[in-house]
């Protein structure tokens, strides 16, 4: 497993995105670059980033607009794979469009 000094700038700014645009949990951060739970929660804590539980700013899965959901909903979301959506409207458009199946 790969060391924070392993992981270049880009990639240092990609776990920052991920985590604060995307909300994705940090077991899943790890996963794409390679690193623990704890040591992203170490290096996001290093940028300053507030790791703390509250509202997130996620993106639609239907039209990727951006939208505040509570942490709690987002992370649980992302644990069992499920998609997150701005509206019914865009719910519904994706279920007409894939039929309820993951992109």
Known sequence: ???LDDLTKKQRNEVKWLYIKYGWSLRRIGE???LSRTTILKLLKEM?????????IIECDNCQ?????QRSIALKADRANRHLFCSRKCFAEWMKRTGGKSD
């Open 48 to 56: 300053g980033i507030n790791t703390s539980r509250g509202p997130l």
């Open 32 to 34: 794409k670059v390679g």
């Open 65 to 69: 607009k951006h939208f505040v959901k």
């Open 1 to 3: 497993m790969k060391t």
